[in-house]
């Protein structure tokens, strides 16, 4: 069953427990981490569980911790890999509350409101001196950099307000015994956003800079950064160009804290730094020129001694620093040297010089490098805001960013502590009013009923310090202000007189025994908001006034340098009228902050230093007991807790929640007040635990939250599950669908491609047919257009078949293929060819054995074709050299006739002339005669010269008459026989006789002699069967077969 089906079904009770039982394993995880929320600790009033909590997360690196929407951040230290792109795109347009917390959520919260609802915010960054306001407010900075949407031209924006940084920190922050990189002035930044969100523009105000610091520094603290970076890091040519050497030892405003030198700062890559950034914040070559020249000049001015003439006199002598100040100023020395030595008094109409003594000279070159270095300050900051402003008119929200210097104690503490704290002291003011004002104003507009919660107001000391006539500023202005001998002891007196019995107010001479011991008699103590500071008043009225002489500005206003034109306006050594104080001043700057802050909605950083030892890993708990008292931590967590602990909107809540509910999950369709009140109602809220406000649900106690949240938790895996499955699902069917779709697609595509071919094909086959047909029916006309392929084909296919039909043997010549009417002639001609091919194919394969042959063949062939009947089946039988072998010959005949040479043998049939019967014998042809032998016997020798010829019939029998001449009176008559090998025989006689014309070829009957005078016949004729015989009539008959020619 799934889980909300369960929910369903079960009880009220048992879901109560299963969701206590979820909560208690959520509780210990989160109790090894602490509680990412004050405002979910249940014991809100304990101090010591809220340091437990911090504690606990801090040694777990987890430095920030909320208090509802304010974080407290704890210095670690030491670099935390919590600051990354990943770590940014992780809180990017996040939910406050669903990540742990971190600076970077809270800056887009901030964001994200600003957007939505489209007002103004500020972040204020407090916490004492190196508490980590100035690193928190980078980080913020970066945030906005990063996530902010860009373009190019943003880009060039946002470049500058990052890099302001590090030049406004080379120049307004130093080393101090409380924080190698403590902030020297108050800033308050301003980032200008479009309704896009695009960084648009920015602008940067500053406070009240510790010009002090330029020619003093307290042991172990340090001038600004920018005067070691440059005698560090600057160029050989630069350094050379200022007149300045790369040791810090030499200069006298450089060396008084003993700690030029430190470890933990870099001043060369400190230096490259400022450098890139100058150029990005588009400082002209000549500005850092004019710059960088009157950071040079303090330091030579540092280095003016002053040398007394007899009169007491302040003189300057041999002073080398007075070149390089003339030239870096572009003020003549002579000038110079006046300015530095006399005071111009204007005595009714008469203007005398005075001369200093030397101390008075000192104070008057260190009121001058002070004035510079200041006014230099203000200049940066101007600078820099030209460079950050934005052109485009239309409205822009805008988020400010507060960090100021921190709130510090030390050892001796003087005019300068006095304005930190009094700023500090201000801001906390401003936080009272705005948590507590915001808070009553929350519960008022949702109607929701409000106790008051008891806190320290640390008004009282606003009052004590600001009040106008009666406060300290009041009467330090006055005892500056007042003619007559004023001093710091006047002052010190006029406030004992004043402020005595004041809670927050003591001196030697008004405090008590107890603590009289811990104060000195120039000394006055206040009771800060944060703890005790005593101020010693010596300097109080000097650095108030900020004297510098007229004669002094009035020989600054000869400068060529374009920056110290700018510092020194020539229209304010004639003003007459004493300018304000520097605390009034500082007291309506911060007026004016204050006025910029309240017209914007508030966010708050709290920053908390964890020891004094800048170390990392230490958690010093009296110290951090101590800032979270007095930042108020414990107050503003329970004014958090005194209502309600935790607050939505119906809408945000619902969204949340809903699945815990069948009746909302998974869509409400009633407003969302509605949707709460059925969903607590579901969880089983007591009607004390919660109430419905206009727009949001407040629930009072965390324990609530907590196990709506546990039931949350456990229900989302379910729920994340069941959509994963769902969405599994979901992906596999369109998944599927997509293919099978894409498989239509395809398969239609293919089928209507394979259609189409088939037509072309088709339609390419009539075509093709069409042309064939007509050419076929215009085949015997002379070659046009339509005939033109038909007869390229006809030709084609008749050369083709022609090629596979060709005669094998000359004899098959005739048997040529018959061609079409437009082929004739080629085809003759190429039979022709052919034949001829064939025929010197055939000459060339044969041998001279075999032409010997066909040589006797053809002598056949002339004696016999076309006239004797069965010559015809010779053809085909090849002669043989003799159709006797030697062996078979009698030795005696052969011994006889060895001599002539036989040249032929072969087996005949001798008929007797008178009575024809008929006798094997053997007829061999020698060179000279041919012999009839009869085995050992020859019977008859006719020699050639006696042959007169040889008679044949044209009939298919075998039968030859050889006449002979009686001259020869041996010879017996002429000789009728019988051969098989008839026409072998008779052309190799022939030959051998060289009587190729005597052969005769009769018809009917052939005459012979028996012997002179007596002759014989032989009659031939055809018969239906071979035979030989004598006719009554004596003569011999040869019946034959006819035989058909081939
Ligand atoms: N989030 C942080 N991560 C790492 N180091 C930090 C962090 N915050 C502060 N620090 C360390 O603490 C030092 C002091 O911090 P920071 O300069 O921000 O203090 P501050 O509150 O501005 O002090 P001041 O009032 O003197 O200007 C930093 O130089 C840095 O070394
Ligand atoms: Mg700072």
Redesign the pocket.
């Known amino acids: 069953m799934t889980h909300l089906a369960l929910e369903m079904t079960e009880s009220l009770e048992e879901r109560c427990n299963r969701i206590l039982r979820n909560m208690e394993g959520s509780l210990m995880a989160r109790d090894r981490v602490g509680i990412q929320d004050f405002v979910l600790l249940d014991a809100y009033t304990s101090e010591s569980a809220f340091l437990d909590n911090l504690r606990k997360r801090f040694h777990e690196n987890l430095?920030y911790t909320y208090i509802g929407t304010l974080l407290v951040?704890v210095?670690?230290?030491?670099?935390?890999d919590i600051?990354s792109k990943k770590q940014m795109d992780t809180y990017m347009g996040v939910n406050f509350f669903e990540l742990p917390p971190h600076?970077y959520a809270l800056a887009d919260n901030v964001f994200r409101t600003m957007l939505a609802e489209f007002n103004n915010h500020f972040i204020l960054?407090s916490?004492?001196?190196?508490?980590?306001?100035?690193?928190?407010?980078?980080?913020i900075l970066q945030f906005y950099a990063v996530s902010c949407p860009s373009t190019k031209l943003l880009n060039n924006v946002r470049d500058r307000l990052l890099l302001s940084n590090p030049i406004l920190e080379a120049f307004g922050?130093a080393k101090?015994l409380?924080?190698?990189?403590?902030?020297?002035f108050g800033k308050y930044m301003d980032i200008q956003f479009d309704h896009q969100g695009g960084a648009v523009g920015g602008h940067i105000l500053s406070y009240l800079l510790e010009k002090s610091r330029v020619v003093h520094q307290n042991h172990g603290e340090r001038n600004f950064h920018i005067f070691y970076q440059l005698v560090e890091g600057g160029e050989e040519d630069l350094l050379r160009w200022l007149g300045l050497e790369r040791n810090c030892q030499r200069y006298r405003y450089l060396v008084q804290g003993a700690c030029a030198k430190v470890t933990?700062i870099n001043d060369k890559s400190d230096w490259k730094t400022v450098q890139k950034a100058l150029s990005v914040v588009e400082f002209s070559e000549s500005d850092i020129e004019s710059l960088f020249g009157i950071i040079a000049s303090v330091l030579h001015l540092g280095n003016i001694k002053f040398d007394t003439d007899s009169l007491g006199y302040a003189v300057l002598n041999n002073n080398p620093e007075m070149h390089w100040l003339s030239k870096l100023l572009g003020i003549p020395t002579q000038v110079l040297q006046q300015g530095l030595t006399h005071r111009k008094i204007e005595a009714k109409s008469e203007e005398v010089y005075s001369p200093f003594s030397a101390e008075h000279a000192v104070y008057a070159r260190d009121a001058l490098a002070k004035a510079i270095y200041g006014r230099t300050f203000n200049w940066l900051v101007g600078k820099i805001n030209e460079s950050l402003v934005n052109q485009d008119s239309s409205r822009k929200t805008v988020i400010g960013l507060l960090?100021?210097?921190?709130?510090?104690v030390f050892h001796m503490n003087s005019f300068e502590q006095f304005c930190i704290n009094y700023c500090n002291e201000k801001l906390q003011q401003l936080f009272i009013q705005l948590t507590l004002r915001s808070e009553q104003e929350e519960y008022q507009m949702e109607g929701i009923e409000w106790e008051p919660v008891p806190y320290f107001n640390n008004k009282i000391i606003c009052d004590l310090v600001e009040e106008k006539h009666r406060g300290i500023i009041s009467i330090l202005d006055e005892e500056c202000l007042r003619p007559g001998e004023a001093t710091d002891l006047t002052f010190l007196e006029k406030l004992e007189e004043k402020m005595g019995g004041h809670p927050h107010f003591v001196t030697h001479k008004l405090a008590d025994q107890k603590t009289r011991k811990t104060l000195e008699r120039g000394d006055f103590r206040l009771l800060h908001y944060a703890g005790e500071v005593t101020y010693c008043v010596v300097g109080f009225l000097d650095k108030n006034n900020d004297l510098l002489y007229r004669n002094v500005k009035e020989v600054m206003r000869q400068s060529k340098n374009a920056i110290i034109i700018h510092c020194f306006p020539s229209t304010e050594p004639e003003s007459k009228k004493r300018p304000e104080t520097v605390v009034t001043q500082f007291k309506n700057s911060l007026v004016g902050l204050t006025d910029i802050l309240m017209s914007k909605e508030p966010w708050y950083v709290r920053?908390i230093?964890p020891n004094e030892g800048?170390q990392p890993g230490r958690f010093d708990d009296v110290l951090v007991r101590h800032q979270v008292k007095y930042l108020g931590l414990m107050e503003h967590l329970r004014v958090r807790r005194a209502g309600f602990a935790y607050r939505r909107r119906y809408e945000i809540f619902l969204q949340r929640y809903k699945p815990l509910s069948p009746d909302t999950w998974p869509n409400w369709k009633g407003t969302a007040e509605e949707g709460v009140l059925c969903l607590v109602k579901h969880l089983g809220y007591k009607p004390s635990e919660y109430k419905m406000g206009r727009t949001k649900i407040f629930i009072r106690h965390p324990r609530t939250l907590f196990a709506t949240e546990d039931a949350f938790e456990v229900c989302k895996h379910e729920l994340a599950t069941r959509i994963q499955a769902k969405y599994k699902g979901y992906k596999a069917r369109e998944g599927y669908q997509r293919q099978r779709d894409a498989a239509t697609k395809i398969e239609n595509c293919w089928r209507a491609l394979l259609a189409r071919k088939e037509r072309q094909r088709r339609a390419w086959a009539v075509k093709v047919i069409k042309k064939f047909i007509k050419g076929f029916m215009t085949r015997n006309q002379p070659t046009n257009v339509e005939n033109r392929e038909y007869l390229a084909y006809v030709r084609n296919s008749y050369l083709t078949r022609l090629k596979e039909n060709l005669p094998e043997t000359v004899p098959d010549r005739n048997a040529w293929l018959t061609p079409p009417p437009i082929m004739r002639e080629a085809s003759q001609l190429l039979q022709k060819l052919y034949i001829r091919h064939m025929v010197r194919k055939y000459v060339r394969s044969v041998t001279p054995q075999r032409k010997a042959q066909l040589q006797l063949k053809v002598l056949t062939s002339s004696m016999f074709k076309g006239k004797k009947e069965n010559y015809p089946f010779s053809v085909c039988r090849p002669f043989l050299d003799t159709r006797i072998c030697e062996e078979d010959i009698n030795l005696k005949v052969l011994q006889m006739i060895q001599h002539e040479c036989i040249k032929y043998s072969v087996p005949v049939v001798k008929y007797d002339r008178s009575g024809f019967r008929p006798r094997l014998r053997q007829l061999l042809l020698t060179q000279t005669a041919a012999y009839l032998v009869a085995e050992a016997k020859v019977k008859q020798r006719i020699d050639y010269g006696s042959l007169k010829g040889v008679s044949v019939s044209n009939l298919s029998d075998n039968f030859l008459i050889l006449h002979v001449t009686w001259d020869d009176i041996k010879q017996k008559g002429d000789l009728v026989l019988q051969c098989d090998h008839l026409f072998e025989a008779l052309t190799k006689l022939s030959v051998a006789a060289n009587k190729h014309n005597s052969v005769n070829v009769a018809q009917g009957s052939v005459r012979f002699d028996i012997q002179p005078g007596k002759e014989g016949f032989v009659d031939f004729k055809s018969g239906q069967e071979s035979m030989v015989y004598r006719t009554k009539n004596g003569r011999l008959m040869v019946e034959s077969t006819r035989t058909k020619a081939r």
């Open positions: 430095i951040s210095n670690p230290y030491k670099e935390l600051y600076i960054i916490g004492e001196s190196g508490a980590g306001k100035t690193e928190a407010s980078k980080k922050n101090t409380k924080n190698d990189n403590s902030s020297r933990s960090d100021i210097y921190g709130f510090e920053c230093k800048k």
